[in-house]
Structures are given as C-alpha cells and as structure tokens.
C-alpha cells in the first residue's frame, strides 16, 4: 500500500487541479482601473487606442514607453506630431517638462490626460488641482471610497464647440478638477459638473499642450456608453487633422517615480492573486508536502562492491605452457607462442598476418619502433618451426627468448 501512496496522491492532485479550472466563479464586474491600451475591462483604454486610426486616417499610430529624450518613435526636429498621455499620475521631471515645452514649440502636440499631477508639474504650469483622490492609494490599487458604479458628467466650452456640450455616464468618479490657472497663458477648454475647470490648453509659439484631469474618459465604459463617442472626437478635433504621427505614451503609466516606495510583485503574488491558481498552488504544496513525509524514510536495497577485474591472461598462458613444456610436445607449444604473437600483432598494431614475409617485417618495424633484425629473427623462427616436424628444447627456449625480447621492449 505504502508503493502505491504516491500515485494515489498523483491521482488526487490531477482531480483537484481539474476541478479548480472547471469550476468557474459568478461572473464579477471588473473595476480595475488600469488605462492600459491593451485591456478590454470596462476600465481600459483598448477601445480608445482602436480609434485613433479612424480619427487621424493619414497618421502613423505607434506607442512609446521611453522617457522624454530618450524617445525611439518621437523625433524633436519635426513637427505635426502628437503625443497622447493618459495616466493615473503625470509625474514628470523638470527635465521632462523642458524637453516636452521645446517639443512643442517645433510644431507638436501634447495632451496630458491625468488623475493627478505632481507638484513639479502643477508648479511648472502654475496652476493648483482640487484632490477628489489620493494618487498614491490609487497606484498601490487601494480604492479607499471609491465607487466604480458612480456617476459623473463632463462639460465642454461652449465658445470653442459645437453642441452637445454636455456628457454623462454612470461610471467611476475618476475625475479631479484645476481649481486654479493662469490666465496669461492658459485657457479653459471643458469642465466638470460642477463647473470646475478640467481640460485647458497652452499656447506656444506652433504648437499646444492640453491638461486634462478626467482619464477615465478615454476608458472603454464611459466611450461605449450612449453617445459619449463624441467627447473623445471632439477631443481629437483639438487636435491637426493632417497629423502625421499620434503616439500613446506607457511610459508616465507604467513609471511612477515620485521618490516613493514601490511594491514588487513577483510570480508568486501573481499565482496567489487568482483564487484558482491560488488553490491550486497549495494543494499541489499540500501534496508534495505528503510524498515527502511518506517517501524520505524509504530504504534503497544495498549494492555490494565489485573487486576490479584482473588480467589472468598472462598467468593463463603460463600455465598452459608448463603443461606442454612437460609433455616435451615443444613443437606444440612454439605453434602456440606463434598464434599468441600473431594475434598480438593484429590486435595492437593493426596489421595483417596473413603473408609473414619482409614486407611485413618492415611494417612491424615501423610501427612498433623495434629492431628489424630481431623481427626477422622471430619470423625465421616460425619458418622453421612450421618446416620442421619436431624442434628440440633449445629451439623452443631461443624462440620463447626472442619473442619475451620484443614483448620486453614495448
């Protein structure tokens, strides 16, 4: 029983799996808010990135995840480009902002479309924000009073549009408000319902930087709601008809760099955040936590230890030649130093013994580095040996000599 517990355990296992991923939950709304141009969730950005093709046919449509001045499909020697930002947090550097002013003084756009800007921005800009939320929860996914089946509205200028001015719809409050700008050079473009400024342009010299503080009007809920289409079109309309270049920017969503504390998430965290994966995870843990508990004491059946062969060749040979070398049959026993010799040289020196002859006298000569008089010696010794119909004792113990020679000298 004991052998089959891992099997049964195995068993167990794959039935559990098998279950988590067959069973499926109630479907729940997903109100994450994450703006990413890849998401389909009601708080993606995937419907609004799809349109901007249609809104800018003749234009190239890329995305960018580098910092200003590091940009790989961005170029600031040329002009009707436009880079669309839409993020949680807009927290650029002074190095950033100085680099994105003289981008678009060459004749480019910039909308900025975010939830809150940094202080280094708001200062740069010279205007103040009223906080409906705090950014920093909003990043670590921590949704302190937050509503995802809210409602809001969005106003837009009556001076610089067409009716409808007027948008609503009955998701996230995602929304916070300029409370203060400078009239010098900034005007006001939309506003929130409750008329608080939200959308202002500033002028430079040939092109134009857009503040937005309503992303959540770029999500895939609030485009495909009613007729909210519109919104995002007249937007867009703010915006060069013979662009030639829009690209949406993942570099502010995906870098929050405000000197804080980030969370790390690794592939553990992202197994447990899934309540399958989850329970998968800890009965497969639970399991192998029992194989081990039941198999580490299994005994292993003792293997004994084998002496190293040995060569008995030459201790066989000796004895059998004693045994002729009794008999007197010494004829006999030379035949069999002979086809020991012969076999001795095929196996060595790789050469054929079918002829003893001269030639092949040289050959052994060669390649076994020895005298050739000594092996014309050992093949006039099986000349004669093959001749003759007896040999005497001294003939063998010549033959015997020459041959232990040539072994010797190896």
Same mark, same amino acid.
């Given at each position: ?6 099997? =049964?355990?195995?068993?167990? &296992?794959?039935?559990?799996?098998? @279950? ?50 590091? /940009?790989?499909? &961005?170029?600031?020697?040329?002009? $009707? ?34 939830? *809150? ?36 509205? @969005?106003?837009? #200028?009556?001076?610089?549009? $067409? ?49 937005? %503080? ?7 809920? @609030?485009?495909?709601?009613? #007729?909210?289409? *519109? ?16 690209? /949406? ?29 989850? /329970?998968?995870? /800890?009965?497969?843990?639970? @399991? +192998? ?10 005994? *292993? ?8 062969? $040995? ?8 004895? =059998?030649?004693? &045994? ?59 000349? %004669? =040996?093959?001749?003759? #119909? ?12 020459? +041959? ?7």
């Amino acid at each position: 029983m004991k052998k089959l517990l891992p099997y =049964i355990g195995l068993a167990l &296992l794959v039935v559990a799996l098998a @279950f988590l991923f067959v069973y499926k939950q109630p479907h729940r709304f997903d109100d994450r808010i994450t703006l990413s141009n890849h998401d389909k969730i009601p708080y993606g950005t995937y419907a609004a990135y799809n349109l901007l093709q249609k809104e800018f046919p003749h234009a190239l449509i890329e995305t960018n995840r580098y910092a200003p001045g590091e /940009w790989k499909t &961005l170029s600031n020697d040329s002009l $009707k480009q436009v880079l669309l930002i839409i993020t949680k947090v807009f927290n650029p550097t002074e190095d950033d902002l100085d680099y994105l002013i003289n981008f678009v003084q060459k004749g480019n756009y910039v909308f900025v479309s975010a939830l *809150q800007m940094t202080t280094t921005a708001t200062k740069f800009f010279k205007l103040k924000q009223m906080h409906h939320y705090d950014y920093d929860g909003l990043m670590l996914g921590v949704h302190h009073g937050f509503n995802p089946f809210d409602s809001t509205g @969005f106003n837009l #200028d009556s001076g610089s549009f $067409k009716n409808p001015f007027s948008y609503k719809f009955p998701g996230a409050n995602f929304t916070n408000e300029l409370s203060k700008t400078n009239s010098a050079f900034t005007y006001s473009l939309g506003y929130s319902s409750s008329l608080n400024k939200n959308l202002v342009a500033i002028k430079s010299i040939n092109g134009t930087i857009f503040l937005h %503080t309503a992303p959540v009007v770029f999500t895939n809920f @609030f485009l495909l709601y009613e #007729d909210n289409r *519109q919104y995002f079109e007249k937007l867009m309309s703010l915006l060069p008809a013979d662009t030639k270049k829009v690209v /949406w920017d993942n570099y502010y969503l995906y870098n929050y760099h405000d000197n804080k504390p980030q969370q790390q998430h690794g592939l553990l965290s992202v197994i447990l955040k899934y309540d399958n994966f989850r /329970w998968a995870f /800890w009965v497969a843990l639970l @399991f +192998l936590l029992l194989y081990f508990i039941t198999e580490v004491k299994r005994k *292993q059946r003792f293997i004994p230890s084998y002496a190293k062969p $040995k060569n008995d060749s030459l201790e066989f040979v000796t004895t =059998i030649g004693d &045994l002729y070398y009794e008999k007197g049959d010494h004829k006999n026993l030379a035949e069999k130093l002979t086809q020991y010799f012969l076999d001795y040289v095929r196996s060595n020196y790789k050469i054929s013994t079918a002829e003893i002859n001269s030639v092949f006298a040289n050959q052994l000569s060669v390649k076994s580095n020895k005298n050739i008089s000594d092996i014309h010696a050992i093949i006039e010794y099986t000349h %004669t =040996i093959n001749l003759s #119909d007896a040999i005497t004792q001294k003939q063998l113990m010549d033959y015997y000599e020459a +041959l232990e020679n040539f072994y010797k000298k190896i």
